[in-house]
T-cell receptor, first 116, second 115 residues
Framework: NAGVTQTPKFRVLKTGQSMTLLCAQD?????MYWYRQDPGMGLRLIHY???????AKGEVPDGYNVSRLKKQNFLLGLESAAPSQTSVYFC???????????????FGSGTRLTVV | AQSVAQPEDQVNVAEGNPLTVKCTYS??????LFWYVQYPNRGLQFLLK??????LVKGSYGFEAEFNKSQTSFHLKKPSALVSDSALYFC?????????????FGSGTKLNVKP
């Protein structure tokens, strides 16, 4: 089925470890986004991309890096994980800046990350 | 500064009764407004959006929302709630004056529909 796929779905890291979250979309969308979801705070934009080879900072970019080497993939990296990065991470994509007329943004099912 | 407020952490309604989930926003330009629903262990699903035109927007699963420019609100409504509507609802706004393609999400409202 077409959509946004995130891997892994769950991960536990020790403080200081590194990891990469993968987001893949098969809808040929130009725009891709990484959000984190924390209780009582909604979704906050970490980084986003407006096309292959581009990335930009969102609201809370510190401690994260991203890459968009291929149009269909958007990678989120944590170089040295901290307990404050314990969260649920969502990737999203869209065809246009305002989202597809029928679907808005298409979200992945999330990655639950715990840093101990 | 752009922002979205969902003043209620939780809304409880009985099945069959009308429901309202509140959202107010603040933007510099004109708003693009969205509602999303999140079921447990799932990503957000698009419900509806307002870009321009008719202030009453109809969306998925019988939901609708009314854009009120003077009150800067975009409340989500449904005439008759179902138990299956129980989920977490997020309001989001994008400012047309914002060149950086940022969506601002509210903190979410948990809707509980009791049988």
């Amino acid at each position: 089925n077409a959509g946004v796929t995130q891997t892994p779905k769950f991960r536990v890291l020790k403080t200081g470890q590194s990891m990469t979250l993968l987001c893949a979309q098969d809808m040929n969308h130009e725009y891709m986004y990484w959000y984190r979801q924390d209780p009582g705070m909604g979704l906050r934009l970490i980084h986003y991309s407006v096309g292959e080879g581009t990335t930009a900072k969102g609201e809370v970019p510190d401690g994260y890096n991203v890459s968009r080497l291929k149009k269909q993939n958007f990678l989120l990296g944590l170089e040295s994980a901290a307990p404050s990065q314990t969260s649920v991470y969502f990737c999203a994509s869209s065809r246009t800046m305002t989202g597809d007329a029928n679907y808005g943004y298409t979200f992945g099912s999330g990655t639950r990350l715990t840093v101990v | 500064a752009q922002s979205v407020a969902q003043p209620e952490d939780q809304v409880n309604v009985a099945e069959g009764n009308p429901l309202t989930v509140k959202c107010t926003y603040s933007v510099s330009g004109n708003p693009y407004l969205f509602w999303y629903v999140q079921y447990p262990n799932r990503g957000l699903q698009f419900l509806l959006k307002y870009i321009t035109g008719d202030n009453l927007v109809k969306g998925s699963y019988g939901f609708e929302a009314e854009f009120n420019k003077s009150q800067t609100s975009f409340h989500l409504k449904k005439p008759s709630a179902l138990v299956s509507d129980s989920a977490l609802y997020f309001c989001a706004v994008r400012d047309t004056w914002d060149n950086f393609n940022k969506f601002y999400f509210g903190s979410g409202t948990k809707l509980n529909v009791k049988p």
